[in-house]
């Protein structure tokens, strides 16, 4: 094969990496009966297809081949470490898997049913709350441990242990690989809804590093959403993807070509995604019509109010305000205060703001949230308090992790009066 096309199919396997391996990994989950197992398994696939696609040329299924391929290393170790336990007579293994022949509709069915008897199985009630979502942040969506990590303000030893820990629960207890009956998912579900919010909020809006977002996971998140909602048609699960679309529509607008940030009252609304904002607003009204609505249809009505709004100055602040108040009613918070006295700020001016994040971290709860700092100095900013506002900056910048972020801190404290 000529050098170019290795080159090409090359690239080809990357994105398919990319893009399919966290599927193709839980099907080999199902098939192998074992996280590790099927990590390995998915290694060896992928490496197989690195010698043998640039000779012999992309299958006509690739992604059902690497589920083959996967499958059948591992098979094949267990047979030499003498410890094979006759994986090939279980009868949850699919055979449509066993080859690339399989209908693309079908495979795509197969690994679509696979990842969301994964989400399940990651939260399995036996599993602590804490463990349920790294391990579904680290093994369904690929995140790394760091990350994972930034996200939970833990160290990152810590969390891999978590991670195995709850490996090791899933296999001793013998937790089932299955999408609950629909009598057990209720009380699944605020695990599922706060995992894929964590990894919708990770790829919104990136914990830390030089990149701003991370499209991948926010439309992972999504997609799950989807899925559960089918499942599932609960309001809470309308409210998260409500919530998640009105955000998303704004993804384009948040940054400059060169990934700085640009605030919510700056932002360029006639390129926020109308598409979004519309299915979004009718998942809100559908959710909050229902009257069994929690936090996330709540979030969505606050996000629904700043996507209809024609501009910042023309914003229902009163209304922000009030479902702010709902809100803490529903899931008391410092986080939801602190948002809620932006709200008041922008409704009853900044002092009021100010007096109210100031009360907050009084308490102590927000020492260490970078956004409760870089709040009081923009409150501080506003009414002309430099050498105050100055320090409140450098305090969020020493607690920011983001470049993007960081770096917008440090140009609001180059711009204030000396």
Known sequence: MPSADIARVRAEIDTLYRKESRRI??????????????????????RTAMEKWPVEGLPQNPVSWLVSAGRFKSIDKQRRDQRFDHLEDRPDVSESLADDSAAPDQLSELLE?????????????????????????????????????????TPA????????????KIRDANIPYEVPAREQLAERLDSVLRVVYLVFNEGYSAS????????????????????????????????????MLLHEARRETRHTPEGEVILLDEQDRARWNRTLIDEGAALVRDALSSQRFGPYAVQAAIAAVHAEAPSSAETDWNEIVGLYDLLQRITPSPVIELNRSVALAMRDGFEAGLAEVERLMAGGQLDGYSLAHA?????????????????AYQEA??????????RFLEKRVAGLPP
């Open 25 to 46: 990994f839980a099907t080999l989950i199902r098939l192998l009966g074992d996280f590790d197992r099927a990590e390995e398994a998915l290694s060896d696939a992928f």
């Open 113 to 153: 049913d696979d990842r969301l008897r994964l989400v399940f199985t990651c939260c399995h009630p036996a599993l602590a709350p804490d463990a349920q979502v790294a391990l579904t942040l680290r093994e369904v969506c690929g995140l790394t441990t760091e990350e994972i990590a930034a996200a939970f303000l």
């Open 157 to 168: 030893p810590t969390l891999a242990q978590r991670v195995v820990r709850a490996k090791s």
């Open 208 to 243: 830390s590093g030089e990149a701003p977002t991370r499209a991948d996971l926010s439309g992972e998140a999504i997609r799950l959403a989807r899925l559960i909602l089918e499942l599932l048609p609960e309001a809470e699960v309308r409210g998260l993807l409500a919530l």
């Open 375 to 391: 709040a009081r100095a923009d409150f501080l900013r506003r009414l002309g308090r430099s050498t105050d506002s100055r320090k």
């Open 397 to 406: 910048i020493k607690l920011t992790a983001q470049g993007p972020a960081r």
